[in-house]
Nanobody
C-alpha cells in the first residue's frame, strides 16, 4: 500500500508564494508519475502539473506555466509544487496523485487547502 501526505498549504496574499510537498511511503512503484491536481469550489478537479520518475520533462497546465514549478526528489519519494505569483483563482484544495506503470495502480493524498486572498 502507498500512502501520500501533502503539506505546505495555507493562506497567502495575491502575489505571494507557497511550496507544497507530497511525501510517499509504503510499497512505491519504481516507475511512477506524481501529479498535483486541484479542486476549487464549484469547479471540476483539474490537473495542475505532473512529473514522471526518470524523465525530466514536467507537465504544467497553461494556467500555471511561468508561475508554478514541479520537481521531485526520488531519494525522498517526494514531489514538490513551488507556486509563485499566486492569484485568487489558484484557491483550491490541492491533491497529490501517484500512478504506477499500471494505470490502475493509483493513490491519492488527503489534500491541502491553498487560499489566495487579501
Amino acid at each position: 500500500q502507498v500512502r501520500l501526505v501533502e503539506s505546505g498549504g495555507g493562506l497567502v496574499q495575491p502575489g505571494g508564494s507557497l511550496r507544497l510537498s507530497c511525501a510517499a511511503s509504503g510499497v512505491i512503484p519504481k516507475i511512477n508519475t506524481m501529479s498535483w491536481y486541484r479542486h476549487a469550489t464549484g469547479a471540476e478537479r483539474e490537473l495542475v502539473a505532473s512529473i514522471t520518475s526518470g524523465v525530466n520533462i514536467p507537465y504544467l497546465d497553461s494556467s500555471v506555466k511561468g508561475r508554478f514549478t514541479i520537481s521531485r526528489d526520488d531519494a525522498k519519494n517526494t514531489v514538490y509544487l513551488q507556486m509563485n505569483n499566486l492569484k485568487p483563482q489558484d484557491t483550491a484544495v490541492y491533491y497529490c496523485l501517484l500512478v504506477g506503470a499500471d494505470p490502475t495502480d493509483r493513490h491519492w493524498g488527503q489534500g491541502t487547502q491553498v487560499t489566495v486572498s487579501s
